[in-house]
């Protein structure tokens, strides 16, 4: 924990957010220390392990360009061994994003005409419908689908709970639906989920299939390609990384459904794809957070980008 003044946080977690070579397994967050405090902030860092002295440096390097020339003192405490992500989720109420209700067992909903509800359980996987990247994926994939988009083949990269490909194959059922994630554990939760919200797994058309892998890198993923519609809802710089190997695998006139880069990363994102042969048909923006609907151009060709050598007009966050 570092204790600062406002403008040095901030700058601080702009700082974090333009560090590409940031060590993810590292969440940051940063807030007011009291309400009747606006200007004393707190920025908070956690880590699953006992912090390293390149970890510390790391943190303290955030502060380096501070407005105030703010030197940070860094505390360190050991957190009780708890499931901190599930802890957080069980008081979530339930959201309404599109034609979809989301809500964890302790918040059921009676049944709504028109509404498909999603009982999700807090775990540890990402994807209740409660962070606004999420809660934006499932108000886009209602726009789609109201504009006409047809969909035979669907894959949610890096799916969580299995919550935006189950949304997906509620929106066109009779599509083949494959879901991904680079953590092994997602497994067993989107099983559970499925069968909580009468979800079928399986190979054939209205069927979710799971595997584990990093990006596109399985051969069923490859496999079971090209899509008609792929969702992503990562963070910008695997997204910017895996921009070629996203519209490869994506039939052309294809739909890429982006989520979890920050309004002030769109620029950069959207650059990347733009070389890889997408272009911009739908944005929103739910909060920080920018939700891009692209489609392939049917004649394009497809060039990667590195986070650092796009334009230089794509790189002002």
């Known amino acids: 924990m570092v204790y600062a003044p406002r403008v040095a946080t901030e700058a601080a977690l702009i700082a974090h957010e333009d560090a590409w070579d ?14 009747d405090q606006p200007e004393d902030w707190q920025l ?20 380096d360009d501070a407005p105030d020339g703010h030197v940070p003192e860094l505390i360190v405490e050991r957190l009780p061994d708890v499931d901190w992500i599930t802890l957080s989720q069980e ?33 540890c996987a990402f994807g209740t419908g409660h962070h606004e990247t999420t809660a934006g994926c499932l108000t886009m994939l209602s726009r789609m689908r109201a504009e006409g988009l047809a969909v035979r083949n669907l894959a949610d990269i890096g ?52 595997v584990v892998a990093d990006g596109m890198a399985d051969p069923l993923l490859q496999a079971r390609g090209p899509y008609d519609l792929l969702i ?30 920050l309004e002030t990363q769109e620029a950069q994102v959207r650059a990347a794809y733009a070389r890889a042969g997408m272009r911009i048909a739908r944005r929103l923006v739910n909060g920080d957070w920018s939700i891009l609907w692209l489609r392939k151009r049917r004649h394009a060709g497809i060039r990667a980008s590195r986070p650092r050598a796009l334009e230089e007009w794509s790189r002002r966050w």
């Not at 109420?93 to 999603?118: M, S, W, Y």
């Open 232 to 261: 992503a809802n990562i963070l910008a710089g695997p997204l910017i990384e895996l921009a070629p190997d996203f519209a490869r695998a994506i039939a052309p006139g294809g739909s890429l459904l982006l989520a979890g880069l």
């Open 44 to 63: 908070e860092a956690w880590l699953p392990r006992q912090p390293t002295d390149d970890d510390l440096s790391a943190i303290r390097a955030l502060f």
């Open 22 to 35: 940031w060590d993810h397994e590292i969440v940051l967050s940063g807030c007011e220390v009291a309400k």
């Open 159 to 210: 799916t969580g709970t299995g919550l935006l490909g189950f949304a997906g194959l509620h929106l066109w059922p009779y599509a083949h639906a494959t879901a991904s994630d680079i953590d092994a554990a997602c497994v067993k939760v989107v099983l559970d989920n499925a069968r909580e919200n009468d979800m079928p797994i399986g190979a054939d058309r209205g069927e979710m299939t799971m």
């Open 91 to 123: 008081g979530l109420k339930p959201i309404h994003a599109g034609v979809f209700r989301v809500h964890t067992p302790e918040h059921p909903l009676p049944p709504q005409d028109g509404l498909r509800d999603f009982c999700i359980p807090a775990s």
